[in-house]
């Protein structure tokens, strides 16, 4: 009697697990949608990103902003290496000094768009947002404002990241479920608000007083839709 009813805990808590099992790995069909990003095929918004070795980029300035200059699908991608802090800090819009590296999804312009984002400092996170502001385009008009940060549906915790350590973040907003992945792993998933998802717009790279070396990937450019303006005062905070 003891031997049976041990088979079926076992039996049970494996089927459990099948069922609720930990966060999927990346989707077998992600990588074909793939294709990389070149320096000279950015707009870069705010501060500056160059080309370096191995057909990667490099940023070293306080504050970055870019996105593709084609209309792609929802979908990034950043293979990157963090180098450490920058010589010197720039605080946020809302005065935060704040060190992160992240990917941005539907950047319909500076002030609506999805953000993926790896905080380093002053405490490592990943934290998911949109910022809305209906009618406004440029950080003049809505600087920080229309930031939220979303809640996950599953999520788990982002590994350390340390100084001259090199990952993966991608981040895939279809339809109302957004998911983001740390080297292929599923780390969070969540749903985006009606208003995102109706958002339009290309994929982008961020980051905030961090130096990193890093290559970038989206899809291939999307036809039937009109290549975005690049506006470079119309970086987003």
Known sequence: MQQALKTWHVTAG???????????????????????????????????????????????????RAVVAYPTRFVAEARFTYLGPTKQDKPLGSGEIRRQFGLKLR???????????????????????????????????????????????????????????????????????????????????????PEAQALTGPSGVRSDNGRFKFQFFSSEPVRGRKNPPCHAAGGDD
Request: a neutral charge; hydrophobic letters at 35%; aromatic letters at 6%.
């Open 14 to 64: 494996f089927a459990l697990f099948l069922v609720t099992g930990p966060l999927a790995s990346h989707p077998q069909d992600g990588d074909a949608r793939l294709a990389p990003v070149s320096r000279d095929k950015l707009c870069v918004t705010k501060g500056a990103i160059e080309a370096a070795s191995d057909s990667k980029m490099e940023v070293t300035v306080p504050e970055m």
């Open 107 to 193: 950047a319909a312009s500076g002030c609506n768009l999805v953000y993926a984002m790896w905080r380093i400092e002053p405490k490592q996170a990943l934290v998911i947002s949109e910022k809305l502001n209906p009618g406004q385009t440029t950080s003049a008009e809505c600087g920080t404002h229309g930031y939220r940060n979303l809640k996950p549906t599953q999520e788990v915790k982002p590994p350390l990241l340390k100084k001259g350590e090199s990952h993966t973040l991608r981040a895939e907003a279809e339809g109302s479920k957004m998911k983001v992945f740390i080297d292929n792993k599923l780390h969070w998933e969540g749903l985006l608000d």
